[in-house]
């Protein structure tokens, strides 16, 4: 009698486990784990060049002026005072 209640202890045991686990597993894919998106900062941005300094930068960071029919871009407004100054 002693073995078949064990017995019996042990198979109560593995279905609360097992409603256990299956709970678990319900909550966790109630709540699934957020992909970050994207952030706008790591895509990759076009760079453009000074041509005073030479330093490229973020063509969003950059001051730009506009050289004939192209568009130059300068890091700071000293350059471009000196770019128009030049090109003037
Ligand atoms: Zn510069």
């Known amino acids: 009698m002693g073995l078949l209640s064990s017995l019996l202890r042990l198979l109560l ?6 409603a256990l686990s299956r709970l678990f597993a319900r909550v966790f894919r109630g709540h699934p784990q957020r992909r970050v998106p994207p ?8 760079l ?6 030479g330093l490229c930068l973020p ?8 050289s004939g029919t192209r568009q130059v871009h300068f890091c700071s407004e ?3 005072n000196a770019y128009l100054a030049k090109a003037g």
């Open 48 to 53: 453009v060049q000074d041509p005073v300094c």
């Open 59 to 66: 063509e969003r960071q950059a001051l730009s002026a506009r």
């Open 78 to 80: 000293s350059c471009r």
């Open 13 to 18: 045991i593995g279905l609360l486990f097992a």
């Open 39 to 46: 952030q706008p900062e790591s895509v990759p941005e076009r």
